[in-house]
């Protein structure tokens, strides 16, 4: 089986996940693209976990829709997460998979923009739900902070995208009783405490 993930992410949470069947085997994936560089693809696709990957970017989100055309638990949505509801842009970067509602360029399109917590209650997303991934190009310590901080939510565990070792975003994990479990080259993978077992 290929692992579709940037860094092997694929490999550490499925082992991880072995020892630590999570109650909910449920993935939300904030900026999910595509099939390439995917910490939640092999999830879905090999090991029947339930998916909701969101993804801004209007091109990106009909190559979504055509990779899990025949997926029933791949649930596909157009959204942007940031710690706000409302209206948004998302701006156009050269590079696919680096638009951003804040790395502004001349390029953007309209978008609906949400709170994490809320998207995941209108879903019906149990609060410990197995796996949060979230590479959402300069929003990732506004997601994550907005959901630990102001909600009931706390998944088995979360991959964030590396911040050059900002603090705040660390002292939330600590507060929130996660640690580092794994690091790869691009990316930190967090497990909260009580659910630690290697």
Known sequence: MRDYSQYGEYK?????????VPEHKIVIDVGACGQELSNSYNLIKDDNWRGILLEPEPENYAKLLALYSDIDKATILNRAISNYSGKGKIYIHDKRGHHSLSRKTGRYT???????????????????????TVDAEGEDEKIITDLLETSCYRPTAIIHEKLHGKPI?????KKHNYRVYAETRGNIIYTIENKLVK
């Open 110 to 132: 309209e978008i609906t923009v949400c709170r994490l917590a809320c998207l995941l209650k209108r879903h019906n997303v149990p609060h410990n739900f197995g796996l949060l």
């Open 169 to 173: 975003i660390q002292n939330i994990f």
């Open 12 to 20: 550490i949470i499925r082992e991880f996940f072995e020892n630590n």
